[in-house]
């Protein structure tokens, strides 16, 4: 940036020279915006290529009988994925009655009573169990359910789960509770109402819809997670509603289904991952249009 | 907020008061007993995260113990994983998920942190947030799905261009071995590229939209251009919190699993070449868990979990903490 002026007039020569360095400056400005947005486009054509790719494969292949029937046999054409449907819906329900009272409860403590080192140091700890790897929570589920029953069951999935919804539930809720403006509580707690029925009838109401996305947010992640239910779930090619038994999840399904050596299975996975699309993607879109982002703010 | 706490003085404790007083339900301030029997209930779910927590660590530390007893601290450094001969170490498995994920790594942050820098300052105020939205979107993509569209087509594409790579630089150390099968180093890391980059544009961009406004126009007021802006202005400013996000997202590829185990070809053994088949920490567990006929094998199984643990939490403070440092706890993991 610095221009070379060596007398009181400048001469041409270095009138030249300094349009050349501005010049140059400008280019560099010019291939730099390109580089940006070329990076930008770039995150978004292959976030194009990979949901184009997964509707393109997977739906033509969607159909009534996809959606509700059991697997067929190898070598048999059709079957469907409905007892992993319905497999997925059952732990992920199991797992939210664990995760969401745990989570929404702990971050009313921690924001509704603020306690100073025993506040910060459990959401501390929340951080900590959000960055666990997926695979390590499955041993955990693995060590403390399969192992002392002896067999891999769907109560166990929905342990590691909940392992997983918990401290998401846990943050975005605190997150929540804390946009509630605290001339709310004042006034409830000026008109004589005790501070549990200020929480429960003030509070929450108020942060009602922040609640609920960060509790869609968490049964998003978990509902795409397959680590944690190799070992726990299983997977179960037919029907089963006990909870003591295998039972069979979508992403399991997309697993074995992928890694397998036939064509048809191929298929079925590409369709049963557009189904798995569809559904942690509305309820990604869903939230992001209820929870404005802070980027915004 | 705790302020508005009402200060009454509790008159005289009735029974309940007194028995939940006794188990520790009580609340400074307050003499509503059903307000002392919320807020008990309340930090017992509190409490509970930290049992979460421990229970986490004694589940791991149990399920490992026959490993841990048999080869101590050694298993780290052992080289051989064979379960005929029951001989069980860990070195090839925490080489190649380290080498897997600074290959992702290498790759994912010029392209990240060129769409963060993008979206913070140079696109159009409308098209922003669409942009954030759509790379954020990447995040919402559950890994098996990642990993089945890498096996059909990021494995074919990879397999061609190592075989190019093969027959032009085959020379070249890194390019040993056989090119054609496509899984292995370069398509496991070509993968976490593509999943940890949303972490790493999320968190870049909130913090280069945390430097100073001033500082941007004092350097426009100079008449330096918007790159020279952004190189010498907002870059070095930014830079703590930008390798902060950029160790959360080799955390995230660390712990990374059903991806690699679909793409990396799954080999237990050092890895010398980028075309080589690898098994990361993560992928060795997945493919080998349910195998695992004999007890010593599944308790080695979780040992690995445990260093995998172990390392993942590491990264993760030392990211977490740059990022509280740059930004004075503005900008959180899970964004």
Sequence with gaps: MSMTTDTVGISRKSLAGARAQFQARKLTDHVATVFLSACAVLCVAVLLLILGYVVYRGAGYINWQFLTALPKPVGEAGGGVGNALVG???????AVLMAVPLGVGAAIFLNEFPSGVLGRGIRF????????????????????????MRHFSAISGAVAYAFIMVPIVLITAQEALRLVPSTLREASLALGVPRWRTIMQVVIPVSSRALLTGIILAIA????????????????????????????????????????????????????????????????????????????? | MAKARADIKPSSPNT??????????????????????????????????????????????????????????????????????????????????????????????PVSLGTAV??????????????????????????????????????????MVQIWLKSHFGWFFLFSGPANYGTGVLAAGVMLAIMITPIITAISRDVIRAVPRSQIEAMYALGATKWETVWNVVLPYARGGIVGAAILGLGRAIGETMAVTMVGGNAFRLVTSVFDPVHSMASQIASEFTEATYSLYVSS????????????????????????????GRVTMLE
């Design chain 2, 16 to 109: 309940a008061q007194v028995v939940l007083g006794f188990l520790g339900f009580r609340h400074a301030g307050t003499a509503n007993w059903t307000d002392n029997l919320f807020f008990g209930f309340s930090r017992l779910f509190a409490l509970a995260i930290i049992a979460m927590t421990i229970v986490l660590l004694v589940v791991l530390f149990q399920g490992a113990d026959e490993s841990i007893r048999k080869f101590g601290l050694g298993f780290l450094v052992g080289t051989d994983w064979n379960p005929v001969s029951e001989e069980f170490g860990t070195l090839p498995t925490v080489i190649g998920t380290l080498v897997i994920s600074f290959v992702g790594l290498l790759l994912a942050i």
């Design chain 1, 221 to 297: 992640r978990a509902l795409g997670e397959t680590a944690p239910m190799l070992f726990t779930a299983f997977g179960n090619p037919y029907w089963n509603f006990d909870l003591t038994k295998p039972m069979a999840t979508l992403p399991l399904v997309i697993y074995r289904y992928a890694t397998g050596p036939y064509n048809d299975w191929h298929e079925q996975a590409w369709a049963a991952s557009f189904v798995l699309v569809v559904v942690v993607l509305l309820s990604s879109i869903l939230t992001r249009s209820v929870l404005r982002n802070k980027f915004d703010a």
């Design chain 2, 118 to 159: 993008f979206i913070a300052l140079y696109a159009p105020v409308r098209l922003r947030t669409p942009l954030s939205y759509l790379v954020e979107m990447l995040a919402a993509i559950p890994s098996v799905i990642y990993g089945l569209w890498g096996l059909f087509v990021l494995v074919p594409v990879i397999r």
């Design chain 2, 301 to 328: 199984l979780i040992y690995v979990g445990l260093v995998l643990f172990g390392i993942t939490i590491v990264v993760n403070l030392l990211g977490q903490l740059l990022i509280w440092r740059m930004s004075k």
């Design chain 1, 125 to 148: 700890l929340a951080d900590i169990l959000t960055g666990v790897p997926s695979i390590v929570v499955g041993l955990v589920a693995y060590g403390l359910v399969v192992a002392p």
């Design chain 1, 88 to 94: 997925s819906a059952v732990i992920v329900t199991i």
